[in-house]
């Protein structure tokens, strides 16, 4: 374990950087080990988080150097700094900058046009911050997920150095002020990590001195690639800090916890992908649940369930683009018609909007930490989850999308089909593979569609409709989702497992946070998932979800819990768990999908699920915290004078 944990940083041990289209992971030493150019869901040329050999990386580091990672504040710019034995000190400044930030330039070079047609890049910058340093250079990318090698040649771009490689299907091209030394690239067969093309350079620097990189993918007509690197770098690095600082500038928080809402609005930002408006889960593939586990998956992809929370913790930030776009993005996939099993959405999306997500292994990876198979697409894209429709329209019935007569068209659609088919059982909001039940949850997110349905179009001639069924699925809820013995709701119908989904009750407003049901039924949450503050999806010991393996604590869970505490009374007990769990973010701030027993984030990274319950966990706390003081400011206003 020792060599596996040496060959592969841990998960949280990596900053994000994106450009709103697609996103790197730079792990703690300085090495780029996650990279789809173009978009999301691409295949990588940098995937060494999923094969250290196999993978392909773009390394820069100080030999015999200590690392340290973070973000320059309030931005996506993440720099990674190295301290020599002898008092040496340089840094490494990685970003991407989204299109949008481009916006302003008065002109844009003739190279920099190739962005329009789907080019990516990818800047990185060494400079010397104390004493002279070297920095080792190695950009190794492997085409197709690691199967191809592809080729190498070295050219001159606007008199500088460059190294061009060239896969099946894609071209990288690395521009320096440094001069590159090419190798390797004569077998494109990528079964041999030892023969990848490869780009080297060693970079001595002076206390000031910096040397520059960009990475350009899938560039049209690279011959005609002439920037000044240098200038192009700089002009760069101030238009995606002025982008970040703009965007930041609209978030209307001004609570206790800034910096962890900041970090995670910033990081929910990056998920999402702007030409389209569709927001992924996360940006990776196959990041174990479980180290050395099977249950490695592709989060790649665009849920109506997490789109639509993520949108919803983003405009309760005050950004209100986000939402709309998505709210039009799940709107244009309604317009489209029924699936083709018949119902109103597909559970998931590609960000451009189709649907083709057929599951596979890619037997040639071993995995991170050797957790094989590394899986791409996701059939659980082939399931009923009939919650989603609840979810999408709690979280985006304010937009001024779904208010307009368009929205309000697709709503009404929405609805109509629901009500045919509500009652069905479905795989529920953790996507199970043990078959349908009649899910609790499920049938609550059934009723807040069309108690949100009602609020977007009240006057529909089908309101009357949509106002039975709220009241047909809430009674229902409340006897067949009760379990009289344990004095709880439960995770489907005539089983007595518990459920963290149930945690949204009092959050959705199906229960308010006093009433004694919902009061007996956060205690046999706490008995039956929660450990050490922490708490679980279900128990497999209760509920074969037709999965191998086991889990960790489920970090969306947890931040429920803590708003469910906050909401019901516990605000410092709240408080202290939450504060405890930021404490486990990784150096960057940023968060995995589960938090294992030893405190070490683990699954797809960052995760949006998490990060946007860390924004509701802020919210529901700070909410509760100031009715506490205005309390005891009142009680203490009634307390006469001395005297």
């Excluded at 569609?449 to 309101?463: C, D, K, Q, S, V």
């Excluded at 019901?568 to 405890?580: D, K, N, P, T």
């Excluded at 984030?601 to 919210?619: D, K, M």
Aim: aromatic share 10%.
């Amino acid at each position: 374990m020792t060599n596996l944990r040496a060959a592969y940083p841990a998960v949280d041990d990596h900053g994000l950087i994106g450009d709103l289209r697609t996103c790197a992971l730079v792990a703690g030493d300085g090495t780029v080990d996650w990279f789809c150019p173009g978009r999301f869901d691409e295949p990588s040329v940098f995937g060494a988080v999923l094969d250290s050999e196999r993978g392909g990386a773009f390394r820069i580091w100080v030999e015999g150097a200590t690392s340290s990672q973070s973000y320059v504040p309030r931005s996506a710019v993440l720099v990674t700094r190295f301290e020599t034995p002898d008092g040496a000190v340089g840094e490494v400044v990685d970003f991407m900058v989204p299109q949008e930030a481009r916006s302003s330039r008065a002109a844009v070079p003739a190279w920099d046009r190739g962005r329009e047609t789907g080019a990516t890049l990818l800047y990185r910058i060494v400079r010397a911050v104390r004493g002279d340093v070297q920095f080792s250079v190695d950009c190794r990318p492997r085409f197709d997920y690691g199967l191809v090698s592809g080729t190498v040649e070295s050219v001159r771009r606007g008199g500088s150095a460059a190294a061009v490689f060239s896969g099946p299907d894609r071209t990288l091209s690395l521009l320096s002020t440094a001069p590159l030394t090419v190798s390797g690239g004569t077998d494109d067969s990528g079964l041999d990590p030892g023969r990848a093309g490869a780009a080297s350079a060693e970079v001595l620097l002076g206390p000031g001195e910096a040397a520059a990189f960009i990475l350009v993918a899938d560039l049209d007509e690279p011959d005609d690639w002439q920037p000044d690197v240098a200038a192009e770098v700089e002009r760069s690095l101030e238009e995606v800090l002025i982008f970040w600082h703009g965007w930041l500038a609209e978030c209307t928080y001004r609570g206790r916890w800034t910096d962890a809402v900041h970090r995670s609005a910033m990081t929910l930002k990056l998920l999402t992908h702007a030409p389209t408006g569709a927001i992924v889960a996360a940006p990776t593939t196959a990041l174990p649940e479980q180290v050395g586990g099977r249950r490695n998956w592709d989060y790649r992809y665009t849920w109506i369930r997490d789109g639509s929370f993520i949108s919803r913790a983003l405009l309760d930030l005050g950004f209100h683009d986000e939402a709309e776009a998505f709210a039009r993005w799940v709107t244009d996939r309604l317009a489209e018609g029924p699936t083709a099993l018949g119902e109103a959405l597909h559970v998931m999306y590609r960000v451009d909007g189709t649907s083709e997500l057929v599951e596979m292994e890619l037997p040639h990876l071993e995995g991170h930490r050797q957790s094989a198979p590394v899986r791409i697409g996701n059939r659980a894209s082939e399931q009923l989850q009939i919650d989603v429709y609840g979810e999408f329209l709690y979280s985006l019935s304010a937009t001024d999308h779904l208010q307009s007569p368009e929205g309000q068209a697709a709503v009404s659609r929405l609805l109509d089909w629901l009500v045919e088919n509500w009652a069905r059982p479905d795989e529920g909001i953790w996507e199970t593979r043990g078959g349908r039940r009649d899910f609790t949850y499920s049938r609550m997110m059934c009723w807040i569609a069309f108690e949100y349905g009602l609020r977007i179009a009240p006057t529909h001639e089908n309101a009357g409709m949509w106002a039975v069924m709220a009241h047909s699925i809430a009674a229902e809820i409340n006897t067949r989702g009760w379990d009289e013995s344990q004095q709880s709701y439960v995770h489907s119908y005539g089983d007595s497992a518990m459920d963290a989904a149930i945690l949204f009750m009092p959050f959705v407003g199906f229960l308010s946070p006093t009433d004694p049901r919902w009061a007996s039924t956060l205690a046999a949450i706490e008995q039956g998932l929660v450990h050490d503050g922490l708490c679980h999806r279900y128990r497999l010991s209760e509920y074969n979800d037709g999965l191998a393996g086991d889990e960790s604590s489920f970090d969306l869970c947890t931040m429920m819990y803590y708003v469910a505490l906050a909401q019901s009374g516990a605000v410092e007990r709240a408080q202290e768990l939450f504060e405890r769990f930021l404490g486990h973010a990784g150096p960057t701030g940023l968060f995995s999908e589960r938090l294992t027993p030893e405190g070490e984030q683990i699954g797809n990274y960052p995760q949006g699920f998490t990060h946007l319950g860390v924004i509701w966990a802020a919210l529901a706390l700070d909410a509760a915290l100031d009715a506490e003081l205005e309390t005891a400011r009142g009680t203490a206003r009634l307390v006469p004078a001395n005297g």
